[in-house]
């Protein structure tokens, strides 16, 4: 007999997996799900809320973006926004690599590989892309 646990996803989870979905027409819902580790349906249900709502991805669940659509304060430059786009293009780069670290570690553990040597390629592994 298996027990189903229900897990409490923070709206920001919630929010970047659905925008995920649907920012990738190329991936089906099925292989997200199982990238993020939930369900398929749980998945699918979240973004049949969103759609529902009429709203899309991370304004949708709670996550950036849930403002009113008016500024309040004034319009940053095209060299500050220029700035934050290079910091998060660097942010974006340095976080692709730790997934890609995370899922070959996956990957080796999923295997069977040992604790040392999975620990060793990976040291390896971050050498060669940092």
């Known amino acids: 007999m298996s027990l189903m ?5 923070p709206p920001e ?3 970047d997996a659905v925008a995920l979905v649907l920012s990738r ?3 089906t819902i099925t292989s997200i799900a199982r990238d993020l580790g939930v369900g398929r ?4 249900v979240w973004v049949r809320a ?3 709502r009429g709203e899309s991805g991370r304004r949708a669940a709670g996550g ?3 403002g009113t659509g008016t500024s309040s304060g004034p319009v940053p430059s095209d060299d500050v926004l220029e700035e ?3 910091q998060l293009k660097a942010r974006i780069r340095e976080l692709e690599q730790e997934r890609d ?3 070959k570690a996956a990957k080796l553990f999923a295997n069977g590989t040992n604790w040392w040597t999975a620990c060793r390629l990976l040291r390896i592994t971050r050498r060669s892309t940092g």
């Open 50 to 52: 969103v759609q529902a």
């Open 41 to 44: 349906e749980t998945l699918r």
């Open 5 to 9: 646990v229900m897990k409490n996803d």
């Open 25 to 27: 027409a190329a991936r």
């Open 101 to 103: 670290i995370l899922r």
């Open 84 to 86: 934050e786009n290079k």
């Open 64 to 66: 950036v973006g849930t």
């Open 13 to 15: 989870f919630k929010a």
